[in-house]
């Protein structure tokens, strides 16, 4: 028979209490609301947003608030509430407590951006959307969000210009970005309106607040810009520049599952095979730009037939007609890049750069020059130039792919620089100053110069044992196991390694895996005495010593966490409650090897005993 002692009957305190976020007095929840779930006020706050019923939703929101303060989803949807009535201010306050309370949610940064845009503070709303692409770098609303802001920032005037946006009349006067809007699909049918064209040219500072109403102006200045621009509903008086529209799809968070997951793990680049552009049908296009077109694409099947240097006399020509075109010289550079000349590769890939820039190009196309830059530096093995080509990349063009392969870099050049300081000799320089501390008791010391050792000797396992002793002697015990089983990773028959774990694990007061390392190092030596003494303390802290009774040795066994653990375990209580009444039980219970641990646990804890 087993006897449960009163020690598994001990009542469990449940104790509860209100609490507000930073400190602030917690939202009252009105009567009418007091029996309903943060959940359900989260839906009415929902439904009301859908509805334009803004007021009503942000008080549905910090009703819920009132009962679940910690839930990031709150405070986001309340955001985006007080950003629909362009109270910027508190959307700002409620978003900043969004990213406070799940710093790692893409869409927390979002709603930061949007307040920040809002409040026409531009460049920290872009900044915010960076934020949150690093997380995310595949959100749509971040993507079109950082695009709105970058926009506006670029439309910014400079101190002391005359209106909100007066140098748009510089954009639109530009005959080259006439010639652009005139060839881009999305803006090519503006130009059947014959008045169209002069209505650009005529922009100025005083007609910049009623033109930026018109959808066709605004789609000119994405083209202009490279960028796709979404308009608000109605230009701000104050700061007329191009505004991410809040849509309340995207505004409100259904429901807590709509949460970021952590990204995926992305799939190996594969190898680099440059692409160059496809020649487009312009039948409307001047008769330069066609016969670049032509060249481009006899380029493009000679670079497809690997015969480079006929590709690269074609887009050479075809950079002489339209020399207004960085794409012929990224195509140069795809070129040089496939003959490993990576040298002319940069020089051609600069230079479409300088062209894209004083014709005002796509940012992408700036992206794509930086990141075959990037590309060729990475295949000489110079990683960091191609890392900081791809940070210029991204400044242009925010996209997996270029975010993807800098991360990979970054990973690389830090185990090039690991490597790199690998010096056993000067570890062991650094093992004896730390061994000096040690006899001084100066244990942090110490500490510094055993790390300093294990990273110029990362595989010597003595060095952890060394600095486990260090950490032991500042009670920093968790970080002295972690030490020891690294240890013991490195040199498995190193008995120093397992002592040192077990006397850590008794100071811990875990007995239990204190007597099963010690088993395992008396399997490398028996007789050592520190091994004896060890198991030896093992059972003077199991049994009991100094004449002390079983039920003594019971209560003092529930300062052990582990024996608390095994106490709570529902599994373990129905098992001995089961024992109670079928004693028979137990031996079947017992052939299940974690069951029968947690049972011998109690029992030389003093809290079973076996008649």
């Known amino acids: 028979?087993?006897?449960?002692?009163?020690?598994?009957?001990?009542?469990?305190?449940?104790?509860?209490?209100?609490?507000?976020?930073?400190?602030?007095?917690?939202h009252q929840q009105s009567p009418a609301m007091a029996d309903l779930?943060?959940?359900?006020?989260?839906?009415?706050?929902?439904?009301?947003?859908?509805?334009?019923?803004?007021?009503?939703?942000?008080?549905?929101?910090?009703?819920?608030?009132?009962?679940?303060?910690?839930?990031?989803?709150?405070y986001s949807n309340r955001s985006a509430a007080f950003a629909s009535k362009k109270d910027f201010n508190a959307a700002l306050a409620d978003a900043d407590r969004?990213?406070?309370?799940?710093?790692?949610?893409?869409?927390g940064y979002g709603r930061r951006g949007a307040a920040l845009h809002?409040?026409?503070?531009?460049?920290?709303?872009?900044?915010?959307?960076?934020?949150?692409?690093?997380?995310?770098?595949?959100?749509?609303?971040?993507?079109?969000?950082?695009a709105g802001a970058k926009a506006a920032v670029e439309a910014a005037p400079p101190p002391g210009a005359h209106g909100g946006m007066g140098n748009l009349a510089d954009l639109f006067g530009s005959p080259a970005n006439i010639a652009k809007l005139k060839s881009n699909p999305k803006t090519a049918a503006f130009f059947q309106d014959p008045s169209f064209e002069q209505t650009l040219k005529s922009v100025t500072p005083e007609s910049v607040q009623t033109i930026l109403a018109d959808q066709r102006m605004m789609a000119c200045l994405g083209v202009v810009m490279g960028v796709d621009i979404q308009t608000a509903d109605s230009a701000s008086a104050s700061a007329p520049t191009p505004a991410a529209k809040i849509n309340p799809d995207d505004m409100v968070v259904e429901d807590d599952e709509d949460e970021v997951a952590p990204a995926a793990k992305p799939a190996p680049a594969p190898k680099e095979e440059p692409k160059v552009a496809e020649p487009e049908a312009k039948s409307d296009l001047p008769a330069n730009k066609r016969e670049a077109a032509e060249e481009k694409a006899k380029g493009t099947a000679a670079y497809k037939?690997?015969?480079?240097?006929?590709?690269?006399?074609?887009?050479?020509?075809a950079a002489e007609l339209d020399p207004t075109d960085p794409v012929f010289l990224l195509n140069q550079g795809a070129v040089h890049f496939e003959k490993k000349d990576f040298e002319k590769c940069r020089e051609v890939c600069t230079k479409a750069k300088e062209v894209g820039m004083d014709n005002q190009c796509d940012f992408k196309v700036l992206a794509k020059a930086d990141a075959r830059i990037a590309k060729s530096y990475q295949v000489e093995g110079n990683l960091e130039d191609a890392i900081k080509n791809y940070d210029r990349a991204?400044?242009?063009?925010?996209?997996?792919?270029?975010?993807?392969?800098?991360?990979?870099?970054?990973k690389e050049l830090r185990e090039q620089k690991r490597l790199a300081y690998i010096d056993p000799a000067k570890a062991q320089e650094a093992k004896e100053r730390g061994n000096a501390h040690f006899k001084s008791g100066k244990f942090p010391e110490a500490i510094k110069e055993y790390?300093?050792?294990?990273?110029?000797?990362?595989?010597?396992?003595?060095?952890?044992?060394?600095?486990?002793?260090?950490?032991?002697?500042?009670?920093?015990?968790?970080?002295?196991?972690?030490d020891c089983d690294e240890c013991i990773r490195l040199e498995p028959n190193f008995i120093k390694g397992y002592l040192r774990k077990g006397n850590v694990q008794l100071a811990m007061k875990k007995v239990t895996e204190a007597q099963s390392t010690f088993k395992k190092a008396s399997e490398i030596d028996a007789n050592h005495p520190e091994v004896r003494e060890?198991?030896?303390?093992?059972?003077?802290?199991?049994?009991?010593?100094?004449?002390?009774?079983?039920?003594?040795?019971?209560?003092?066994?529930?300062?052990?966490?582990?024996?608390?653990?095994?106490?709570?375990?529902?599994?373990?209580?129905?098992i001995l409650q089961q024992c109670q009444d079928r004693p028979e039980a137990l031996r079947e219970h017992m052939k299940n090897d974690a069951i029968r641990k947690k049972i011998e646990k109690l029992a030389q804890a003093g809290i079973l005993e076996f008649r």
Not at 465 to 470: I, K, M, Q, W, Y
Not at 544 to 550: A, D, F, T, Y
Request: with cysteine; aromatic share 6%; charged share 25%.
């Open 1 to 26: 028979n087993t006897t449960q002692h009163n020690t598994l009957q001990q009542p469990v305190a449940t104790l509860s209490f209100k609490s507000s976020s930073n400190g602030r007095p917690s």
């Open 394 to 410: 991204l400044t242009n063009n925010r996209c997996p792919e270029y975010l993807n392969a800098k991360k990979k870099l970054e």
């Open 451 to 482: 790390s300093e050792a294990i990273k110029r000797n990362p595989d010597d396992g003595k060095l952890y044992s060394n600095r486990a002793a260090a950490y032991t002697k500042l009670a920093e015990f968790a970080m002295a196991v972690k």
């Open 305 to 317: 037939a690997k015969d480079f240097e006929t590709a690269l006399q074609h887009y050479g020509k």
């Open 37 to 74: 779930s943060a959940d359900e006020l989260k839906k009415l706050g929902n439904a009301a947003f859908q509805a334009g019923k803004y007021d009503e939703a942000i008080k549905q929101f910090s009703e819920a608030i009132s009962v679940d303060p910690s839930n990031h989803v709150l």
């Open 534 to 574: 060890g198991l030896q303390k093992c059972q003077q802290a199991i049994y009991g010593g100094g004449g002390i009774s079983r039920e003594e040795r019971a209560q003092a066994a529930m300062s052990d966490p582990e024996v608390r653990d095994i106490i709570q375990d529902p599994v373990i209580q129905s």
């Open 118 to 146: 809002g409040a026409a503070r531009f460049e920290d709303a872009v900044a915010a959307y960076n934020k949150g692409l690093e997380i995310d770098a595949s959100n749509k609303m971040l993507q079109d969000g950082l």
């Open 98 to 107: 969004t990213v406070e309370l799940k710093p790692d949610w893409a869409k």
